[in-house]
């Protein structure tokens, strides 16, 4: 990417060294070469190097790549997990398909238990952030844990790991199970009497991830769930208008050029939405600002074990580092889990029947008189739960599709893989595998965690690289156990007290064109209270 910049750079100083100095016919010759020059490199960008010159040339690959749109079926017509996909389906290959994005940018997708596992545990550190990824999310979170590497990356981490730790989950049940209740209660206060409203179920799930993010991982309680107007209000704004509305034609062609110029340059843009996010990423970084400055002043904090006091406790951390880690927090631990619950609600409210067996265990678990007293053993004891929120979590990744590049010369199942490289796995493609998971793949079946106590951990699949929902090795999602056991609450709670009947049935399904597995408009329900809890 530098290398190429400052190609670019060289080439336009020349050009105006050229008209100042030089007579017209001169300039016109090195115009004229810098033209060939130019041309050049497209040609060669988009028809020698994909079809000669690649060292992936042996890899299999689809048919008919097109120079501008590669692989695609057009400009931005599909989401990469969808190309991802159909190739991962459709590609005879040996773990390995070589494919091309938009203006030929080449892809190294890896599709078996082996290359994933070479990628993602035993060569990691070979592997980087992509520059787009990197504009994306380090805008949201500043450089956060995930676009660190080696020595850095597992001092933050160990630094971060006493707040995941089984036991401190455990302990952190009650914590979310007080928000469970506190979002029914609140649901159910806007309900009219013997009515069946329609409830947008996704601006719930936003909120009470949220909250529960500050309680339980920062120590504040946003409290937008009874106070949703209250001053961080903010908070779940911008991150709706971060999350929703894809970025606009104009801007994701500037995207596609990013393999020629410096990604950073798409901050500067002055395009409307990306202006307007450029304000909401200021106002996130000065709510987590504001968020560290509190926590420090609470003279208690060196007592709690919350992100901001394990990482001031550190005594190894700058404020700008722990700024990064409460804005990845934010982001990385309330949409994700919050799109989970969406889904979740969505399948159950296909399905009366299966609600009914799953309300019957929580009550049977959980009796009304034990509202507010939940502990991790009474969690714990819900199988048929624990199997419902296992499959949401399979066949809907919230990260569906993930990309790196390849920072150093290396290999992958023994082929070459040259610094520079991107590769990719596609979460939501392993995850509905036929190959590991069996032929109803693709359907949202629960019953394939219940019966043993392997089946309990694996769902029957049949390799350890099967389910990526939270990706593996040491750069996988640390907040996993947090992720789960916050689900399992908040869907304990919802079906417990809610019958759910699913109120945009047609077009709930409907996946917005971000990065995140998120429906376009939402999940809506009609809500009734089950008396008896
Ligand atoms: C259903 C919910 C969640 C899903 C599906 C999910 C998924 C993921 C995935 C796939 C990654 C790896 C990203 C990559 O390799 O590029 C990741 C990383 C991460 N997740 Fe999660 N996540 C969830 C919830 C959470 C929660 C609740 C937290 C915190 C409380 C959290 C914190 C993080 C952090 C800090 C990282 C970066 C880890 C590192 O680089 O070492 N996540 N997550």
Same mark, same amino acid.
Request: neutral net charge; charged residues 25%; contains cysteine.
């Given at each position: 990417?530098?290398?190429?910049?400052?190609?670019?750079?060289?080439?336009?100083?020349?050009?105006?060294?050229?008209?100042?100095?030089?007579?017209?016919?001169?300039?016109?010759?090195?115009?004229?070469?810098?033209?060939?020059?130019?041309?050049?490199?497209?040609?060669?960008?988009?028809?020698?190097?994909?079809?000669?010159?690649?060292?992936?040339? $042996?890899?299999?690959?689809?048919?008919?790549?097109?120079?501008?749109?590669?692989?695609?079926?057009?400009?931005? +017509?599909?989401?990469?997990?969808?190309?991802?996909?159909?190739?991962?389906?459709? #590609?005879?290959?040996?773990?390995? @398909?070589?494919?091309?994005? /938009?203006?030929?940018?080449?892809?190294?997708?890896?599709?078996?238990?082996?290359?994933?596992?070479?990628?993602?545990?035993?060569?990691?550190?070979?592997?980087?952030?992509?520059?787009?990824?990197?504009?994306?999310?380090?805008?949201?979170?500043?450089?956060? @844990?995930?676009?660190?590497? &080696?020595?850095?990356? +597992?001092? $933050?981490?160990?630094?971060?790991?006493?707040?995941?730790?089984?036991?401190?989950?455990?302990?952190? @049940?009650?914590?979310?199970?007080?928000?469970?209740?506190?979002?029914?209660?609140?649901?159910? +206060?806007?309900?009219?009497?013997?009515?069946?409203?329609?409830?947008?179920?996704?601006?719930?799930?936003?909120?009470?991830?949220?909250?529960?993010?500050?309680?339980? &991982?920062?120590?504040?309680?946003?409290?937008?769930?009874?106070?949703?107007?209250?001053?961080?209000?903010?908070?779940?704004?911008?991150? =709706?208008?971060?999350?929703?509305?894809?970025?606009? !034609?104009?801007?994701?062609?500037?995207?596609?050029?990013?393999?020629?110029?410096?990604? +950073?340059?798409?901050?500067?843009?002055?395009?409307?939405?990306?202006?307007?996010?450029?304000?909401?990423?200021?106002?996130? =970084?000065? !709510?987590?600002?504001?968020?560290?400055?509190?926590?420090?002043?609470?003279?208690?904090?060196?007592?709690?074990?919350?992100?901001?006091?394990?990482?001031?406790?550190?005594?190894?951390?700058?404020?700008?580092?722990?700024?990064?880690?409460?804005?990845?927090?934010?982001?990385? &631990?309330? #949409?994700?889990?919050?799109?989970?619950?969406?889904?979740?609600?969505?399948?159950?409210?296909?399905?009366?029947?299966?609600?009914?067996?799953?309300?019957?265990?929580?009550?049977?678990?959980?009796?009304?008189?034990?509202?507010?007293?939940?502990?991790?053993?009474?969690?714990?004891?819900?199988?048929?739960?624990?199997?419902?929120?296992?499959?949401?979590?399979?066949?809907?990744?919230?990260?569906?599709?993930?990309?790196?590049?390849?920072?150093?010369?290396?290999?992958?199942?023994?082929?070459?893989?040259?610094?520079?490289?991107?590769?990719?796995?596609?979460?939501?493609?392993?995850?509905?595998?036929?190959?590991?998971? &069996?032929?109803?793949?693709?359907?949202?079946?629960?019953?394939?965690?219940?019966?043993?106590?392997?089946?309990?951990?694996?769902?029957? /699949?049949?390799?350890?690289?099967?389910?990526?929902?939270?990706?593996?090795?040491?750069?996988?999602?640390?907040?996993?156990?947090?992720? =789960?056991?916050?689900?399992?609450?908040?869907?304990?709670?919802?079906?417990?007290?809610?019958? #759910?009947?699913?109120?945009?049935?047609?077009?709930?399904?409907?996946?917005?064109?971000?990065?995140?597995?998120?429906?376009?408009?939402?999940?809506?329900?009609?809500?009734?209270?089950?008396?008896?809890?």
């Amino acid at each position: 990417m530098a290398y190429t910049l400052a190609l670019w750079t060289l080439a336009v100083l020349v050009d105006i060294t050229a008209v100042m100095y030089f007579d017209s016919q001169r300039s016109m010759m090195i115009l004229f070469v810098l033209g060939v020059y130019a041309a050049w490199r497209v040609v060669y960008q988009l028809v020698l190097y994909p079809k000669y010159f690649t060292p992936l040339k $042996h890899l299999p690959m689809p048919e008919g790549r097109a120079w501008l749109t590669g692989n695609e079926k057009g400009f931005f +017509k599909e989401r990469k997990w969808d190309v991802a996909g159909r190739l991962y389906r459709t #590609i005879p290959n040996d773990g390995l @398909i070589r494919w091309y994005t /938009a203006l030929s940018h080449e892809v190294l997708l890896v599709t078996s238990p082996q290359g994933l596992s070479e990628v993602m545990t035993q060569r990691v550190n070979d592997f980087d952030q992509t520059p787009v990824a990197k504009l994306q999310a380090e805008r949201i979170t500043g450089k956060g @844990i995930q676009f660190m590497n &080696g020595d850095e990356h +597992k001092m $933050h981490r160990k630094y971060l790991a006493p707040i995941f730790m089984p036991g401190h989950i455990k302990a952190l @049940i009650p914590v979310f199970w007080s928000k469970a209740v506190e979002l029914v209660e609140e649901i159910e +206060k806007g309900l009219s009497p013997d009515s069946r409203d329609d409830v947008h179920i996704t601006s719930w799930s936003v909120r009470v991830a949220l909250d529960i993010i500050g309680l339980a &991982g920062l120590g504040h309680d946003y409290d937008t769930l009874r106070n949703p107007e209250n001053e961080h209000k903010d908070l779940t704004q911008l991150y =709706r208008l971060i999350m929703s509305n894809a970025p606009p !034609l104009k801007f994701r062609f500037v995207g596609l050029l990013l393999d020629y110029v410096d990604s +950073k340059i798409i901050y500067y843009l002055p395009e409307a939405r990306n202006m307007a996010l450029g304000t909401a990423f200021e106002k996130l =970084r000065k !709510l987590a600002s504001d968020t560290v400055d509190a926590r420090q002043r609470d003279l208690t904090y060196k007592d709690h074990k919350d992100i901001i006091s394990l990482t001031v406790r550190s005594g190894v951390m700058t404020k700008d580092a722990i700024i990064s880690h409460v804005m990845t927090f934010h982001a990385a &631990g309330h #949409i994700t889990t919050a799109l989970s619950l969406d889904w979740t609600m969505y399948e159950l409210g296909k399905r009366p029947q299966l609600q009914r067996r799953l309300r019957e265990e929580i009550r049977s678990q959980l009796p009304g008189s034990k509202l507010h007293d939940v502990n991790a053993s009474d969690i714990e004891a819900l199988p048929f739960l624990r199997a419902v929120c296992n499959e949401t979590l399979r066949l809907y990744p919230a990260l569906p599709y993930t990309t790196r590049t390849a920072i150093r010369d290396t290999s992958i199942l023994g082929t070459r893989v040259p610094k520079g490289t991107t590769i990719a796995w596609c979460a939501d493609a392993v995850n509905r595998d036929e190959k590991l998971w &069996g032929e109803d793949a693709s359907v949202w079946n629960p019953e394939r965690w219940m019966g043993d106590s392997a089946r309990e951990k694996t769902g029957g /699949a049949t390799s350890n690289f099967a389910f990526l929902t939270f990706a593996a090795g040491p750069k996988n999602c640390i907040g996993q156990h947090w992720a =789960r056991a916050e689900l399992a609450c908040l869907v304990a709670a919802m079906i417990g007290r809610f019958e #759910i009947e699913l109120a945009n049935p047609d077009t709930a399904g409907h996946i917005d064109p971000v990065t995140a597995l998120m429906s376009k408009e939402g999940v809506y329900a009609k809500l009734r209270v089950v008396p008896g809890w």
